[in-house]
């Protein structure tokens, strides 16, 4: 028999026991609808991190360290080391307690600087910033950082500069707009906010200080902390994005050299001093993946760690992957679960058409062709649920999409789930296949059915 | 011709076996019409699987125009099947769900005969057994022995060499019985189809050319119609 002539025959066979057919259907529709929400839901969160990273990370740029934590994607590495002088106590929030890592040195900056294939540089500055205000306000808090034009940070007033802020201005972050009682975004442009810096203990005090309690006294004198306020023009009033990746809010913005004055004065006298935990190298062509593997590879030669744009990008993606495939998991046994629906419901129909197998081989259909009259009708099966439970995964997706990106709030135009038509008709197929192999068995029965005996009558 | 040679079939094994045909061997000229009579657990059946391919010989050949199909393999043999032979039963087994132009498409379909060239094929065997009227009629609204017309449109549709009807009229009234007596005769002639007419009615029996009483899965007599040549063989 023909194949087409057999597909035509399964169909039929399946209309004349719809309400079993359907419902056989349904199982396989609840696992293709938990896939197909599965999969929608990561090329949402895919999509969403790919914009997070394109409006956070300048794509030529590496993460370069002397650590080799800057490499690691996983846990850090907590366990004991042998000592090291140019290591650093780096704590972690949440009382993860701290680990110590190496860090880069001005003269690895220079170096760095120095390279051929290397464009520019920019350390981590790590400022310790007490607190902003401006002429009759009050203190507020904040976090300060360098310029970074791979972030683009959109702005209520004025324009993100495309390579650095002019020095002694500073991008303000909106919050501070009302925190500080400017009218408006714009009128805060040009004017001036302060910021106050600390210097850590020196060690003569701290020792003086350590000396006078180790010997009862009350110390006599407390040691206090060098304070040093800056003038900084605002420039700039920043808002957060909707693909900005910073939860904790926007930093203040400001010029490299700043930042690297503000750090060295915050850090002198300590081990910190000159030192970070790991520098951005923009790569000359870097963006191209083979450019910034090749550069990665020079500087490793010379001992550095690199994280390059294109592996942190690999890292997350790994990580929705894995998110995924937990979800998928789910859908998955679902769909085993509605296997043994498809088995028993193909038994059921081989039983139930004896006779009609008995007199399709007695007419010389050849036992190949009757398995895949019900392997084909299985497939129905399959497809039938594949299409019904992609459709309600759609239907629904589609509705709730808006609420889920108000909940979440991922930004207008971020949706949590995209459907991708080949997506979802490739698990139809494979959906129709898994369909087949189920009807495999119960086929295999009706293609070695007697047919004398399927035949007989008294 | 089908030329049936020492056949013999035996079910089960040493202590159960039980032989239900037992060195049969006669000839079947083509184009005749032959009934095989006997009573109920003769042999009659078994008899007619083997002559159409349905089932093996446990000894002896059956040489259908010139060919021993007892020595072909499934494939072969079901191909055979599927291009000479139809089969009426007297149970009909027409697919009650479907309509009748699909019941007499399947053996056009298992033929692989060209979607093309079914539909005017189908309509003509369904013309002939008269059921023109009823063809988009789903099979299970048919009467007993509108059912069993279907079964001869179905069975005459790829036109076949040989016919084999299992008790055709067993089921039926005797007035209805007559009509599908009268078409399988009818195609006898036209086709020139060799009819193989299993039976314990002595009137269908007499109407054929040939006569094959058997018992106990032995031929006890053959008789041959007067005006019919006689075939050769017969009971030992
Ligand atoms: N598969 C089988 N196994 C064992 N005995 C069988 C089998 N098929 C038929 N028989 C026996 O063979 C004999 C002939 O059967 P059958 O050809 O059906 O008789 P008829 O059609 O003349 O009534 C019967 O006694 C029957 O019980
Ligand atoms: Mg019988």
């Known amino acids: 028999m023909r194949m087409l002539d057999i597909i035509t025959r399964a169909g039929r066979s399946l209309k004349n026991a719809k309400a079993r057919t359907l419902l056989t259907s349904l199982a396989i529709a609840v696992g293709a609808f938990t896939l197909t929400i599965t999969l929608a839901a990561g090329n949402g969160i895919r999509e969403y991190t790919d914009r997070l990273i394109a409006n956070n990370f300048d794509p030529a740029e590496s993460i370069v360290g002397r650590d080799k934590e800057v490499e690691n994607t996983g846990a850090p590495d907590t366990s004991p080391k042998e000592y090291d002088s140019s290591v650093a106590n780096v704590s972690f929030g949440g009382g993860g307690g701290s680990m110590q890592v190496k860090q880069v040195t001005d003269k690895d900056i220079k170096e760095l600087k120095s390279l051929s294939y290397v464009e520019s540089v920019r350390p981590n500055y790590e400022i310790a910033a007490r607190y902003i205000t401006r002429t009759g306000q009050k203190k507020y808090t904040l976090s300060l950082q360098a310029y970074n034009p791979g972030q683009k940070p959109e702005t209520e007033a004025g324009s993100a500069p495309t390579t650095d802020v002019v020095k002694g201005t500073v991008l303000l972050p909106k919050e501070y707009v009302k925190l500080l009682k400017f009218d408006s975004a714009k009128d805060a442009i040009g004017k001036t906010v302060k910021v106050t810096i600390e210097r850590p203990f020196t060690e003569e005090t701290l020792k003086e200080f350590v000396a006078q309690s180790m010997m009862g006294q009350a110390p006599t004198t407390q040691p206090t902390q060098e ?165 309600g995964a759609f239907v629904l997706g589609v509705s709730l999409n808006p609420w889920i990106t108000k909940t979440l709030s991922l930004g207008k135009g971020n949706d949590l789930l995209i459907f991708d038509l080949a997506q979802i008709v490739g698990l139809i197929v494979i959906l129709t296949v898994v369909a087949i192999v189920a009807g495999w068995l119960p086929a295999r029965k009706a293609a070695k059915l007697d047919p004398i005996e399927a035949l007989r009558t008294e | 011709m089908i030329e049936i040679q020492n056949i013999t079939k035996t079910y089960g094994k040493k202590a159960n076996a039980f032989t239900a045909l037992d060195d049969v061997s006669f000839t079947v000229p083509s184009g005749a019409s032959v009934a095989i009579v006997g009573k109920s657990g003769s042999g009659k059946s078994t008899l007619m699987h083997i002559m159409s391919g349905l089932d093996k010989p446990s000894s002896g050949s059956i040489v259908v125009d010139n060919q021993d199909i007892s020595q072909l393999k499934s494939k072969a043999l079901d191909r055979f099947r599927a291009e000479k032979i139809g089969f009426i039963f007297q149970a009909f087994f027409v697919q009650a769900n479907e309509t009748c132009m699909q019941n007499v498409s399947l053996p056009l379909e298992i033929a692989r005969v060209a979607r093309g060239s079914r539909k005017k094929r189908i309509a003509e065997a369904l013309n002939q057994v008269e059921l023109s009227e009823k063809a988009t009629t789903k099979a299970r609204n048919l009467s007993g022995g509108q059912k069993q017309r279907l079964a001869i449109a179905r069975a005459i549709v790829n036109k076949p060499s040989i016919i084999f009807a299992d008790e055709p009229t067993g089921n039926l009234d005797s007035a209805t019985g007559e009509k599908v007596e009268k078409l399988l005769f009818e195609f006898n002639k036209q086709l020139g189809s060799t009819l193989v007419v299993v039976t314990h009615d002595a009137d269908l029996a007499k109407k054929c050319d040939m006569q094959i009483h058997i018992k106990d899965g032995s031929i006890t007599r053959i008789e041959t119609a007067k005006k019919n040549v006689p075939a050769k063989g017969g009971a030992k």
């Open chain 1, 227 to 391: 304070t040093k306020t800056i003038s900084l023009k605002v420039a700039a009033v920043t808002k957060k994005g909707a693909a900005a990746l910073s939860p904790a809010g926007l930093p203040l913005l400001l010029n490299a050299k700043d930042a690297k004055s503000m750090y060295d004065y915050t850090t002198k006298g300590t081990n910190q001093y000159g030192k970070y935990l790991y520098a951005s190298v923009r790569i000359k062509g870097g963006e191209n993946d083979t450019t910034a593997a090749a550069a990665k590879k020079k500087l490793k030669k010379l001992d550095y760690y690199v994280m390059t744009s294109q592996e942190l990008q690999q890292t997350i993606g790994q990580f929705v992957d894995v998110l995924q495939i937990l979800v998928g998991v789910f859908g998955v046994i679902t769909v085993i679960a509605s296997v043994f629906g498809i088995i028993n419901t193909m038994y059921i129909s081989v039983l139930e058409r004896t006779r009609e197998i008995g007199l399709m081989k007695a007419l010389g259909m050849r036992g190949r062709s009757v398995a895949w009259l019900f392997r084909l009708e299985a497939a129905w099966i399959g497809m039938i649920g594949g299409v019904l439970g992609a459709l």
